[in-house]
């Protein structure tokens, strides 16, 4: 079945350090990759998506691009915030017709001053 | 920007008890969704719900769960008798359109504890 996996937290980081937090997916067929962010206190936020092989998706700073051949979407952002401190989920769902996202665990960031 | 609200953020509950956990979607969204997050496991669709009926639904939904939309801006995630393994964060999401082509708007999630 379809499934993500991705990189477990937490992840601790100074302010203007890169991040990277890697996703890897199993599906059938082509689905679409999703990034979503849950703030404290907060919903889960869609930060960026890919529906293709190729895509970049960008949001806020961060970018991932769909790689069909390693079969990932790793979330990448050159200079982190304090604010970017959150819960990163990824995601994606299957274009065969259900609605149903499948997310990874989540990785939590934190960016210290 | 728009909200999707949850209620309680927090229910505790005692084992076989019933529980109805209440939303309120976007205004003009059509489909409505939950989700469920087990302490240190993945996020989890239960079930999918437009014009009135369940779209779709994991097999984890089963006969002690069920859904509503008892007017025009409620949504609600009832379990008829609770087991200590339904403790977990419970999201409610909505969107405009269908996924996958419309992106989803969460609530900020009920947190039930089953004793």
């Known amino acids: 079945g379809n499934s993500v996996t991705q990189m477990e937290g937490p992840v601790t980081l100074s302010e203007e350090a890169f991040l990277t937090i890697n996703c890897t997916y199993t599906?059938?067929?082509?689905?679409?990759l999703f990034w979503y962010v849950q703030y404290p206190g907060e919903g889960l936020q869609l930060l960026l998506k890919?529906?293709?092989?190729?895509d970049k998706g960008s949001n806020k700073g961060f970018e991932a691009t769909y790689r069909k051949e390693t079969t990932s979407f790793h979330l990448e952002k050159g200079s982190v915030q304090v604010s970017d401190s959150a819960v990163y989920f990824c995601?994606?769902?299957?274009?065969?017709?259900?609605?149903?996202?499948?997310f990874g665990k989540g990785t939590k960031l934190t960016v210290n001053p | 920007e728009p909200e999707v609200t949850q209620t309680p953020s927090h229910q505790v509950t005692q084992m076989g008890q019933e529980v109805i956990l209440r939303c309120v979607p976007i205004?003009?969204?059509?489909?409505f969704y939950w989700y469920r997050q087990i302490l240190g496991q993945k996020v989890e669709f239960l079930v999918s719900?437009?014009?009135?009926?369940?779209?779709?639904k994991s097999e984890i939904f089963d006969d002690q769960f069920s859904v509503e939309r008892p007017d025009g801006s409620n949504f609600t995630l009832k379990i008829r008798s609770t087991k200590l393994e339904d403790s977990a964060m419970y999201f409610c999401?909505?969107?405009?359109?269908?996924?996958?082509?419309?992106?989803?708007?969460f609530g900020s999630g009920t947190q039930l504890s089953v004793l």
């Open positions: 999401a909505s969107s405009r359109e269908r996924a996958p082509n419309e992106k989803l708007f």
């Open positions: 719900f437009y014009n009135n009926e369940i779209s779709e």
């Open positions: 890919a529906t293709k092989a190729d």
């Open positions: 599906a059938t067929g082509y689905p679409s």
């Open positions: 205004s003009n969204h059509l489909y």
């Open positions: 995601a994606l769902i299957h274009q065969g017709g259900s609605e149903k996202l499948v």
